[in-house]
């Protein structure tokens, strides 16, 4: 398969992860971006095509994927636009927010489109995307999407665009909510007197233990968290806590605004000028 990647930061660095040399070859994968020093790093590592500028390569490619900021979504698909004239491929964008709609008026009525929201993870292999296809794209081209994603983890896909937003706000930005939560077990802990390197430890293992345990248990979490919590013991003293500060109602609405956010970037960055 022949790839490019139109943007090569953080995200497009985690696919490319795991993508060379498992469905494309470093030579067959392309990456424009206009930062000499990404192209660089991404050229050492993988053996990559590299160019500072969308030219004919990229209309080569089986699979081009948008891998810009959402900000800059429009100005990419207009320079992308002239190199699409004639062919077929398939544009995989990975933009929060940025409608299959507005993409396709944006790079002159193109269909073969399908819209997918990855997460960190990928870069081990361990990532999660929700994905959705325009009506344009082909099953094959769908079939090409799904195994770019499995390249780097599991893939969910949906049958309406509109959820890709809460998609985004629960696992494209999760990661992140994660490591705020391991930010705050590993500075409890150190106020508690344990070290840095002892908190880091037992936060990071309680967390991927308890992740698999619920991943591999028939019972729903909210059983696996009872069955830690005694009766007026230590983890009762805890939620108990977490209760009287809303901590989940917290969360609940964080994952809302985050979701809302994407709706919203949608419709700020979509309009026409
Ligand atoms: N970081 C994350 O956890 C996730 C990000 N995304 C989406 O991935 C996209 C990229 O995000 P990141 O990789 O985090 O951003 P980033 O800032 O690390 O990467 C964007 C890259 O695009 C390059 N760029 C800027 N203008 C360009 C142009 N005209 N042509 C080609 N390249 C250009 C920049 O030099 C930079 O290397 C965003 O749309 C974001 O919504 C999706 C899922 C998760
Ligand atoms: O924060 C953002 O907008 C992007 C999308 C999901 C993760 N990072």
């Known amino acids: 398969m022949k790839i490019s990647f139109i943007g090569g930061g953080n995200m497009a660095t985690a696919l490319l992860a795991g993508l060379v040399g498992k469905l494309a070859a470093g030579p067959d994968i392309h990456v424009v971006d206009p930062n000499q020093d990404a192209l660089q790093r991404l050229d050492t590592k993988y053996g990559v095509s590299v160019a500072r500028e969308i030219t004919a390569r990229v209309a080569e490619s089986d699979v081009i994927v948008l891998s810009v900021k959402p900000q800059q979504m429009r100005e990419v698909a207009a320079a992308l636009r002239a190199q699409l004239a004639g062919g077929n491929p398939l544009v995989l964008s990975i933009a929060a927010g940025i409608r299959g709609a507005d993409l396709s008026r944006w ?65 494209g930005s999760g990661p992140a909510y994660v490591f705020f939560f391991l930010e705050a077990m590993q500075q409890a802990a150190l106020e508690l007197g ?78 026409d000028a």
């Not at 995307?129 to 079939?143: I, L, R």
């Not at 990071?204 to 830690?228: I, K």
């Open 107 to 171: 790079l002159g009525g193109y269909g073969a489109i399908v819209r997918c929201m990855p997460n960190t993870p990928a870069l081990i292999g361990q990532g999660v995307t929700g994905m959705v296809a325009m009506p344009g794209a082909s099953e094959e081209q769908k079939s090409a999407a799904d195994g770019i994603l499995r390249a780097v983890g599991k893939t969910v896909w949906l049958d309406k665009e509109e959820l890709l937003d809460p998609v985004t706000a629960v696992s």
């Open 194 to 271: 344990l070290s840095a390197e002892q908190g880091r430890q037992l936060a990071l293992a309680t967390f991927t233990g308890a992740a698999q345990l619920a991943a591999q248990s028939d019972e729903p979490v909210e059983v696996l968290r009872q069955r830690v919590t005694s009766k007026g013991g230590t983890t009762y003293a805890a939620i108990t806590s977490m209760e009287q500060s809303g901590v989940k109602e917290a969360i609940v609405a964080a994952i809302k605004a985050a979701s809302a956010r994407g709706r919203e970037m949608g419709d700020e960055l979509g309009k």
